[in-house]
């Protein structure tokens, strides 16, 4: 019989706004256990703004109409790396993700 579930969230994390220029990069960590190893996912948070194109005030969108949406999507900033760590441990597993961030975005040792 084919197994169900593959892993189970253990811990979810809403990192701290990352500054890019203009923009603020903002991340959801998720740390996974399929009962052998622990491992993680990375979420962003995209902003978006939506103006419907109906109804409409004299042939144009009416501008008082916008919605702010915010989606998360799989983020691939680090590619595979981030895919094929695994540790035995959730706090072993949140090491490892945090070095990725500290090289990468250059800044502490610690995401807590």
Known sequence: ???????RVVALYDL????MGDEELSF???????????FARLFRYEFYRLQPSFPQ???EPD???LADEVVLVRDETFGPLL???RDASEE???????ALFAQKFSFGKSLE
């Open 1 to 7: 019989m084919r197994k169900l579930i593959r892993s």
């Open 16 to 19: 701290e706004s990352i500054p």
């Open 28 to 38: 959801r960590l998720e740390i996974h256990s399929d009962g052998a190893s622990f």
């Open 57 to 59: 005030k004299n042939g």
């Open 63 to 65: 501008a008082a109409l």
């Open 83 to 85: 895919e094929e760590l």
């Open 92 to 98: 072993g597993i949140l090491r490892q993700v945090t």
